[in-house]
């Protein structure tokens, strides 16, 4: 089955996201547009225009009424999803990394870059509140002195956000008051990507450490590890069977110094119970950056270096290949 090729952008991709429904992906890359488009066609619906740097992260909220984006232009603008009006605008004083909304659509968090003399901050923007959005107020901001925020996302019932480190560090923080819950190190180098199980129990990390590791939502406890040979950019949890894909590939800047061929730029599928690699897919001309499964789970997408997504829907085979196994 050939994969759906989505050419939208001039720049690689820095992230990819469904919408609860799994009827849209949203893209954006290290250029300024960020796109939207029809999942299962690969139809470009339209896209977001006004930021002016690259836009680093993407979200949309649980009924899809509007779309967060954060950018390296120093701004966190949300969307309306319909018209792609532009309905908020927050700047701040570095790059934009991480941003998202919480489970009802009210709260948005994001955190900001440590460069040109500014600490790493996580803040936090209740929309029923105009004020806070036209002040340029948030009703909380939470410092990271040590290492900055490379990935976040929320926790179950947006009680707390879990936030991934330069460092290798994972911190839960209270979205209600101004403190850290808990703290590990189970990663020895950059978390590149976090995501979340369908159903907020758990969580998979991407690491620069060449693992991708499952921890408990809660408690943070380290539960899996699927090791790799190369930096694991993105990984993704299906949520209907125990499988997990990875995205990875070399550093951006080695690319060059190898063919694609031993490039190791395939997706890779691992069994979650077992840690096992069972499958690899082929297409992209660079290393993947951010992965995502369709919320039905017969298909998921990549996100390329190259610049573009592709979207694969699974074979019959792999549903009647589960049910046996």
């Not at 703290?183 to 199980?197: A, L, V």
């Not at 490039?263 to 890779?268: D, I, V």
């Not at 950056?289 to 699974?314: L, M, Q, T």
Request: proline residues 3%; contains cysteine.
């Amino acid at each position: 089955q050939k994969p759906i090729l989505l050419q939208g952008h001039e720049r690689s991709i820095t992230q990819i996201k469904y919408n609860r429904e799994g009827d849209l992906l949203f893209t954006v890359a290290k250029d300024p547009i960020v796109n939207v488009w029809y999942s299962v066609n690969g139809e470009r619906l339209g896209t977001y225009n006004g930021h002016t740097g690259a836009v680093w992260c993407v979200d949309a909220d649980w009924d899809t009424q509007h779309v967060l984006t954060g950018s390296a232009d120093n701004s966190c603008r949300l969307w309306d999803c319909e018209t792609g009006k532009q309905l908020a605008l927050v700047k701040t004083s570095s790059a934009v990394r991480t941003c998202g909304f919480d489970f009802g659509g009210n709260i948005i968090m994001f955190s900001t870059d440590k460069q040109m003399g500014y600490q790493c901050f996580v803040s936090f923007f209740d929309l029923r509140d105009s004020s806070q959005i036209e002040n340029n107020e948030p009703y909380m901001k939470i410092p990271c002195s040590d290492s900055k925020i490379t990935s976040a996302v929320w926790g179950p019932l947006g009680e707390f956000i879990i936030a991934g480190h330069e460092s290798g560090e994972l911190n839960q923080f209270s979205a209600k008051v101004r403190e850290q819950l808990s703290n590990i190190k189970e990663h020895t180098k950059q978390i590149n990507d976090i995501q979340t199980s369908r159903d907020m129990t758990m969580f998979i990390t991407a690491s620069k450490d060449n693992t991708a590791k499952l921890f408990d939502c809660t408690t943070l406890e380290h539960l899996k590890t699927f090791r790799t040979e190369r930096p694991v950019n993105s990984a993704a949890l299906s949520p209907i069977f125990d499988h997990v894909v990875l995205g990875g590939g070399q550093e951006a800047m080695d690319v060059t110094t190898t063919s694609t061929r031993i490039g190791k730029f395939e997706a890779r599928f691992f069994h979650l119970a077992f840690e096992e690699e069972f499958g690899r897919v082929k297409g992209h001309f660079g290393p993947i950056n951010s992965v995502a499964f369709h919320p039905d789970g017969k298909s998921y997408s990549s996100g390329g270096e190259d610049g573009y997504v592709r979207i694969h829907y699974f074979d019959p085979q792999y549903f009647e290949f589960e049910f046996e196994a």
